[in-house]
């Protein structure tokens, strides 16, 4: 059974701090890592993609790669209220029959 | 606006109900995904489409019935729905069938169904 866990929160972080959200996966035949972004009612939204052990960064957003450990993280610098969401991370494998397997997803609460 | 979209936003129905969701993406992605939603559990993949052909039923009660006409446009039939039902509906598409490749998946903004 595939497996990806987070922390389902709620995580709260000061305005103007890093957030960091993490994330383990149990496939190790995985390949693509992603980041989506859930507002309350909403739909996720596609935030952060990674593919290779590292950081990527974008804007005050960095995902985090380790493979060996089978750990992705995001983190969330100067972080504004209107971060505050539910974050999800999903893992797939390269194989045409994998499809992405999501995590419950960590909520994170901005504190102005 | 994702390019994904979905109607009705909200939907009400009794148990003894036939509604349908709608699904139509203009991203021109290949495949296209129905998604259950409910609290506290990860998302639930029920419908996988790959160029209109269903490619997985990930064991979902018949209860639930897609239609994919074509590879813009997926409909969710629902009849005879239980309370448990009810839940957030998603829609989504990918430009590569399965493990939406190196680009993930685009959502709609999503159904939210009430079974009474």
């Known amino acids: 059974q595939k497996e990806v866990e987070q922390n389902s929160g709620p995580l709260s972080v000061p305005e103007g701090a890093i957030a960091s959200l993490n994330c383990t996966y149990s496939?190790?035949?995985?390949?693509?890592f992603f980041w989506y972004r859930q507002y309350s009612g909403k739909s996720p939204e596609l935030i952060m993609s990674i593919y290779s052990n590292g950081d990527k960064e974008d804007g005050r957003f960095t995902a985090q790669l380790n493979k060996a450990s089978q750990y992705v993280s995001l983190l969330i610098r100067d972080s504004q209220p209107s971060d505050s969401a539910t974050y999800l991370c999903?893992?797939?494998?390269?194989?045409?029959?994998?499809?992405?397997?999501f995590g419950k997803g960590t909520r994170l609460h901005i504190l102005p | 606006e994702t390019g994904v979209t979905q109607t009705p936003r909200h939907l009400v129905m009794g148990m003894t109900n036939k509604k349908s969701l709608k699904c139509e993406q203009h991203l021109g992605h290949n495949a296209m995904y129905w998604y259950k939603q409910s609290a506290k559990k990860p998302l639930e993949l029920m419908f996988v489409?790959?160029?209109?052909?269903?490619?997985e039923n990930n064991s979902v009660p018949s209860r639930f019935s897609p239609e994919c006409p074509n590879s813009s446009h997926l409909f969710l039939h629902l009849h005879t729905l239980q309370p448990e039902d009810s839940a957030l509906y998603l829609c989504a598409s990918s430009l590569q069938p399965q493990g939406g490749g190196n680009y993930g998946y685009t959502f709609g903004s999503g159904t939210r169904l009430t079974v009474v």
């Open positions: 489409y790959s160029l209109e052909e269903r490619v």
């Open positions: 999903a893992v797939a494998a390269m194989n045409r029959d994998d499809k992405i397997i």
């Open positions: 496939d190790r035949g995985s390949q693509s």
